[in-house]
Every structure is written in C-alpha cells, then in structure tokens.
C-alpha cells in the first residue's frame, strides 16, 4: 500500500512561507489531503482534493499535487500555525486510508 | 452543525478488550461512513479501519483485523471500536472521523472527528 513520506520538522519565521512535502510514487495520481492537529487537539482539515479549503480555514493556507510530491503551503506563517501537519489518501488498490508519517511546523 | 461525542477514558490490562463508543448528531446518520483512527503518546496518526453507517459493512487495516470490530447502531447514531487482546503497545487515543462521499478527486477523507479516547493499558 502506499506509503507517504514527510519531512519530521519545518521551521519557519513568522511572516515566512512554510511548505510541508508529502511523497510517494505517482502521488499526482490520487487525492490527497491535509489536516493540522495542535497538541491535545483532534486533527482540523485544512486542505482536501489537494487544494480545496473548506470552509473557516484561512487562505493563507494553500495545496498542489503533481508527479511524486504533494504540498501543502502556509503563506504569512503565524505564531498559531505552529502544529502538526498530515497528509492522508485512499489508497483505491486495498481500499484502505493511510496517513502520511506527520510533519511538526515550528514557528521560530 | 455536525458533532461526534465519543465515550471517555479507560485503563485496561493487558489481554482484556475494550469498547469505545462514537455519537453523532446533526446530520442523517446513515449518509456517510466513519474510521477510527488511533494515535499513541507522541507518534502520527494511524488509521484502524472503516465501516458503513448504512449497512454495517466494514474493512480493517491488516495490521488489525483479527483483534478489531467495528459496529454500528442507526437507533442510536452510534459508532463502536472493540478492540480486543489488549498490549501495552495499543495505549493511545482513538479517535472516530467521519467521512465525506467521494469527492472531486474520486477520494474519500475526514471532515469531522470526535474529541478521541484515552485508552490506557497498563499492568
């Protein structure tokens, strides 16, 4: 099944631009999707279909999907944004859902 | 205004089971399915499995499918995780997420999750 492979840690200055990768082969191929999860928290969607927000989640927060890496970009980091991030797919082959390996945002 | 209650924390030994119950409300239960998804103390995200508000079918992860079940009760709009033969390595917080219908890329992923369970397996 598919495995998704994710940075351990971004750190980023507020302000900046933090890009968090999601990899695995022909990923462009698949929906992918993202969600924050702040300590002590549930996980929050913040991206779907691999660029779609839903609805209450900032526009600073962006997707793109393509050959073997997905991306999830924050624009204007803030002090908030500092989470951890995950990328998720359907694997159709097993029908199964996988989650990538997560992604810690620092907001230095 | 959709809202998935999930019961509240246990401690278990190991070897015995447990049942971790998921409510909904706010929209017609039967419409979408729900995965449990479980995440121990400082690791990612780990998905269970799935099962059909609608029929009750269900598929499990590999990894768990000989300790897992998943059922369902529509009178109720409850979901539940029964996870048995319980290991040190099984304490986490589990959580219940609700999915959507398959979307614009032909995907399915989690729009709503309950507030997770603490399950704690200890001696």
């Known amino acids: 099944s598919y495995v998704l492979t994710q940075p351990p840690s971004v750190s980023v200055a507020p302000g900046q631009t933090a890009t968090i990768t999601c990899e695995a082969d022909?990923?462009?191929?698949?929906?992918v999707h993202w969600y924050q999860q702040k300590p002590g928290q549930a996980p929050v969607l913040v991206i779907h279909?691999?660029?779609d927000r839903p609805s209450g989640i900032s526009g600073r927060f962006s997707g793109s999907n393509s050959g073997n890496t997905a991306t999830l970009t924050i624009s204007r980091v803030e002090a908030g944004d500092e989470a951890d991030y995950y990328c998720?797919?359907?694997?159709?082959?097993?029908?199964?859902?996988?989650f990538g390996s997560g992604t810690k945002v620092t907001v230095l | 205004q959709v809202h998935l209650v999930q019961s509240g924390a246990e401690v278990k030994k190991p070897g015995a089971s447990v049942t971790v119950s998921c409510k909904a409300s706010?929209?017609?239960?039967?419409?979408?399915?729900f995965s449990w998804v479980r995440q121990a103390p400082g690791q990612g995200l780990e998905w269970m499995g799935w099962?059909?508000?609608?029929?009750?079918?269900?598929i499990y992860a590999q990894k768990f499918q000989d300790r897992v079940i998943m059922t369902r009760d529509t009178s109720t709009s409850t979901v539940y995780l029964t996870l048995r033969s319980l290991r040190f390595d099984d304490t986490a917080v589990y959580y219940c997420?609700?999915?959507?219908?398959?979307?614009?890329?032909?995907?399915?992923?989690?729009?709503?999750w309950g507030q997770g369970t603490l399950i704690n397996v200890s001696p």
């Open positions: 998720q797919v359907w694997d159709t082959s097993l029908d199964v859902k996988v």
């Open positions: 022909n990923i462009g191929g698949e929906g």
């Open positions: 279909d691999d660029i």
């Open positions: 706010g929209y017609t239960f039967s419409t979408y399915g």
């Open positions: 099962i059909s508000a609608y029929n009750g079918n269900t």
């Open positions: 997420a609700r999915e959507t219908g398959r979307s614009s890329r032909s995907s399915y992923y989690f729009q709503y």
